[in-house]
């Protein structure tokens, strides 16, 4: 997935209604009317969404005789997770590195913050 791609993926991703829209569509196919009667605003409202939604990719509109049903591209979904999980990975190896350089850190501070070891009471090696 290019660049433009992902940003219009994670764009249409944005709004509320897009990504209510896209958990409708995972559960199976639907039709314009069918998707729009789940909402208190208008089929052409619904259709603007679906339009946004299909120009990055997640949804498919597809022709059934009479029916004009919509199919969610769930690969896209999958090459976003892709995406996020190697972002993931990425901080989550800064966060170890980090993890280690404060350890080391720590490790030297207490290093310096003893007391030199004593051989007889009261005498410094």
């Not at 209604?17 to 052409?44: I, M, N």
């Not at 409202?45 to 949804?59: F, I, R």
């Amino acid at each position: 997935m290019d660049e433009q791609q992902l940003s219009r993926t994670f764009a249409a991703l944005a709004d509320p209604t897009r990504r209510d829209l896209v958990a409708r569509l995972a559960v199976g196919d639907a039709t314009l009317t069918e998707l729009a009667s789940s909402y208190d605003v208008s089929v052409q409202a619904v259709s603007k969404h679906l339009k946004v939604l299909e120009g990055a990719g997640l949804v498919r509109r597809t022709k059934d005789a009479q029916r004009r049903p919509c199919h969610l591209e769930a690969e896209v979904l999958d090459l976003m997770t892709g995406w996020i999980e190697r972002r993931r990975r990425e901080a989550e190896e800064r966060y170890q590195r980090l993890d280690d350089v404060l350890a080391r850190m720590a490790a030297d501070e207490a290093a310096d913050s003893d007391p030199a070891p004593r051989t007889r009471e009261g005498e410094a090696s």
